[in-house]
Each structure stands twice: as C-alpha cells, then as structure tokens.
C-alpha cells in the first residue's frame, strides 16, 4: 500500500470555552488514500465539521498527527491544495454569482482566459449559467450552496473537503447533484473527503465510509462500498446497496 | 401592463402624500392655525409668506453664509471621516493597540459640542477652523465606529474561506474586509453629513465672523425674526441635500444589498 493521502493519526480534540471542556473527538485514526472517496457520517455533534476542519488546518487538534501529502496541513494550505464547501455557502454578498466563483481564482492568480473558462463550465455544471450576474441575496439557499460548490471545485483542489454540502437541497436536486460531484471526481482523480449525516448518500458516493458516533466522538466503524463504478441511479435500489445501508444503520444502533 | 400599474400606484402614493400633507401644513401655518394651537403671538413664528419674502430679500448674504457653513460642514466631515476611517483600519489591523485609538475617539465624542466649540474657538480661532474642528471631533467618531463594525463584524466562516486559499492578509483586507464595510461607510456618512451641519452652525453660535449660526444668532438677537427662518430654512434645505446626494451614492454602491431588493 503507498503512503496515504490524508493520514489522521491519534487525533483528539477538546474545545474548552470558560471553564467547560467538551470532548470532541476521541481518538481519531484514519488513513485515506489518493484518490479516494472518503465520507464522514454520523449524527449532529459527533465532531464531523472538527475533524475535517482539522484536516483542512483551520482548527489545531488537542492531541495526535496530521499528515496531508506527506507535510502538514498548514503546508499543504500554503500550497493551495485545499477545496473547501462549508455547511452555510459563505457567499460574498457584493459580489455576483460568476464573481463569487472567480474568488480564488483571482487568489491564485489564474490567467483570465482560463478563469472565464472555468466559471462557464462550471455554473453550467451547477445549472446556474441564466443566474451569472445575480447577486446572492437573489437566489435560493440550495442555489447559493451550489454556487459554494462550484467554487470550490473551480480552483481544482489536490483534495475536496465537503462539510454537508447538499444537506439544504432538496431530494432531486441532490441526487444529481451527488452524480455530477462523482463524475467530476471521477475525471480529476482527486481525494474527497465529505462529511454528511445521510446514508444513503455516504453510500452512493463513498469508497468508504467513517461511522462516527458521538459524545466523545469515536470512529465506530469504516465501512467498505464495494459497489462498481461509476454509480448510478439505479443502484439504489440493488440489494446490495440496501443491504450497505442496513448495516451502517445497524452500526449505529450497536453504539 | 398591468404589473406596471400594480407597481407605481403605491409609488406616487408614496410621494404624493407627503406632498400633499406639506402643503397643507403650510397653509395652516400661513392661516395661523400654528399660533393658536401652540399659543404663540405674531411676531414669534412668521408665516411662510413672510419668509419666503425674507428669502427672497437677502439672497446674496444668504448664499454667501450658507457656503461659508456648508465649506465647514463639508471639509470637516472628509476630514473628520478619514480620520475616522483610518483609526477603524489600525483597530483592525492591529487589534492589540489600535482598538485603543476607537476608545480615544468614544472619548471625544462624549464631549458635547456646546462644551467644545469654546475650547476648539480658544484653540483655533474665531474663523472657520475652530468649526471645521469641532465637525471633525463629531464625524470621526460616526465613521470609526461604523467602519469598525463592517471591517470585522463577517459572515460567519468567510475568515475561514479566505485562509482556506492560503490568501494573505492584504487580500483578506481588500477582498473582504473593506467591501463587506461599504454600507456602514456609507451609514456613517448619512449620519454625519446632518450632524456635520449641526455641529458647524451651532459652533457658530459661539463666536465667529459668519455663517448660518453666526447670522441666525445676530437676527434672533434684534428680533428679526423672517430673517432667521429664513437662514433656518436655508440650513434645513442643505442638510437635505446633503443627506440626498449621500443616499443616492448608497442606491448606486449598495446595487448588491439586500435593503436594496
Ligand atoms: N467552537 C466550539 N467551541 C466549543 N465546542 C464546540 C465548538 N465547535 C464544536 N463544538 C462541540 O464539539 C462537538 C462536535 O461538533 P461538530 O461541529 O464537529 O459536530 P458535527 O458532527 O459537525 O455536527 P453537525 O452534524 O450538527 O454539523 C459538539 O458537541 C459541539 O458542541
Ligand atoms: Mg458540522
């Protein structure tokens, strides 16, 4: 096996406002290849955002390593690796939907030409094309997270970290939504870590899936998908799938 | 069509009410409905006519001490509103030292104009600087506040997603920072543009060589009294205006508000 992608090792955390401390995450260990299609699943408060905010270097674990292409996290943020999609799109209000996505590419000092590019392809991606020159405050919230989406794939990132990124879409919306993130992914090769508290989704998109549980957050099982790909549509309803979805929900009820 | 109509019907309701209502209180007030409801003689409260007439009748020197006012309120307020701006800067910045710089200001600003414009005429004299001083203390005050406000009140995880993209702190500032605090700038600006004039004319009052509140002090003392509605009118026309141009700036800066919608 090569050296991992993402290597969380040990990981604890312990917020601690005054006085109070609540343990977060107990614990944690992880490998995640290059590549690989990782989720995050588990009920509300069993530190899911934490420890992808950990991956990404925007917190400090407690205790325990983490490794990101062979370096820290804060070198690899250095190096501009990261996409993230946060739980709210964290749009910029005075800026219109094309020049929201234009954000890092205007960071990362993207040629114009390809900058352009980019956003045509991807507000296209997003069936956002007619609404380039709206302001956020003229979209829906599910449009505004898809805009968050599509900028975070413009830049490219080495690795994708999603924290939720459907969860306020509606059910079609985000079924195709979850087809379309896989079929980009598949093109770029690029490792995806996506933190969601739906099954059903983490199953469909996952190469494995990480069973949180909480209070303190443990990893409480990894899952294997082994179902081919690409995914699709149809394979929800396959046995197989269904019999996945069965067992991850029975893992959560061992807890 | 019909859209349109549906739209514009409430539109000139809005400005015809107003209208209309301002020019009914005009007439009571021409009628003297004004004395006998507040008690008032004659020769306290002209009726609009007569000053009107007063207008009319001293245009030039009006128009001469309203620039002169309005030069103090104005040049006050820009520079009032740098400093104001600049100190919100540093406080953002340098948050260990600079937010010292906003508690010297909130303390200058406790400082009531009717007891700093003697002390600011002591220090700079009767001219027009000791006024443009006193318009600076109220300005900067408004606008490091404000601004403050808007260079650090963000949404929630926007830090987060700039540092995601490794950017600098420069970007940070010119990317996020300063464009989230345009509307508080420009709220800043609204309040200051009528505080500025207040400030000016009653800094006047004190002691100077011209101006609205300098002339307006001068007629009230011989009991000119069309005369100093006039100047009244002439200071409530420009606060107007000013507070009108800033607005107008904010409905063409603000297109991405959502108070704009
Ligand atoms: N900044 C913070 N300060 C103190 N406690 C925090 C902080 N952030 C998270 N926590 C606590 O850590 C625990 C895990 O939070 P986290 O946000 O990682 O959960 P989550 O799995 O992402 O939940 P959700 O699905 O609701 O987003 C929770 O008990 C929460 O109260
Ligand atoms: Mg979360």
Redesign the pocket.
């Given at each position: 096996m090569n050296t991992p992608e993402i290597r969380i090792e040990n990981v604890s955390?312990v917020?601690?406002?005054n006085g109070a401390s609540?343990k977060?995450?107990d614990n944690v260990s992880i490998d995640i290849q290059k590549g690989e299609f990782i989720s995050?699943l588990?009920?509300?408060?069993?530190?899911?955002?934490?420890?992808?905010?950990i991956i990404g270097d925007l917190l400090q674990p407690t205790s325990g390593n983490v490794l990101v292409c062979d370096q820290t996290p804060r070198q690899t943020r250095m190096d501009q690796k990261y996409g993230i999609v946060f739980?709210s799109p964290v749009l910029f209000d005075w800026r219109t939907i094309s020049k929201n996505i234009r954000l890092p590419l205007e960071i990362m000092k993207v040629p114009r030409e390809e900058q352009n590019r980019r956003i045509e392809s991807l507000l296209e991606l997003v069936g956002l094309s007619k609404f380039a020159d709206h302001y956020p405050h003229q979209l829906s919230g599910g449009m505004q997270q898809r805009v968050g989406i599509a900028r975070a794939l413009a830049i490219q990132p080495e690795i994708l970290l999603m924290?939720?990124p459907f969860s306020a879409l509606d059910e079609f919306t985000r079924e195709k939504l979850n087809e379309d993130v896989l079929q980009i992914w598949s093109k770029t090769n690029k490792t995806v870590v996506f933190?969601t508290?739906n099954i059903a989704e983490s199953v469909f998109m996952s190469d494995r899936v990480c069973v949180?549980s909480?209070?303190p957050?443990r990893l409480s099982a990894i899952v294997d998908i082994d179902l081919p790909r690409p995914r699709t549509k149809e394979m929800r309803d396959w046995p197989e799938f269904n019999a996945l979805v069965a067992k991850i929900r029975n893992s959560f009820e061992g807890v | 069509m019909n859209v349109m109509k549906k739209m514009t019907l409430p539109k000139l309701l809005n400005i015809l009410l107003p209208i209309l209502f301002g020019i009914l209180f005009l007439y009571v007030w021409e009628k003297n409905g004004l004395h006998y409801l507040m008690g008032l003689k004659k020769y306290q409260l002209p009726v609009p006519s007569q000053i009107a007439k007063a207008l009319a009748d001293n245009k030039t020197q009006l128009l001469s001490n309203a620039r002169y006012t309005t030069a103090e309120a104005l040049i006050g307020l820009i520079i009032g509103s740098l400093i104001g701006f600049f100190t919100a800067v540093m406080a953002t910045v340098f948050p260990k030292w600079g937010y010292g710089g906003l508690t010297v200001l909130s303390a200058f600003n406790a400082v009531p104009i009717v007891a700093l414009s003697p002390v600011m005429n002591n220090w700079f004299g009767m001219g027009m600087g000791s006024k443009i001083a006193v318009v600076v203390v109220t300005a900067m005050a408004a606008m490091a506040f404000n601004a403050y406000r808007g260079l650090n009140d963000l949404k929630p995880f926007s830090l987060d997603l700039m540092a995601s993209y490794a950017a600098t702190r420069r970007e940070v500032f010119f990317l996020l920072r300063l464009p989230n605090s345009i509307p508080n700038i420009l709220t800043a600006l609204k309040i200051s543009t009528t505080s500025s004039m207040i400030a000016a004319i009653v800094s006047e009052f004190f002691a100077s060589y011209a101006g609205i509140g300098f002339e307006l002090s001068n007629a009230l003392k011989t009991a000119k009294m069309p005369l100093a509605w006039a100047y009244i009118t002439v200071a409530a026309i420009i606060g107007i205006a000013l507070h009108f141009i800033v607005s107008l700036v904010e409905t063409y800066a603000l297109k991405w508000h959502v108070s704009q919608k």
């Open positions: 955390m917020y601690s406002d609540v977060a995450l995050l588990g009920p509300s408060g069993c530190g899911k955002t934490t420890l992808l905010r739980q924290d939720e933190v508290h949180l909480p209070h957050g | -």
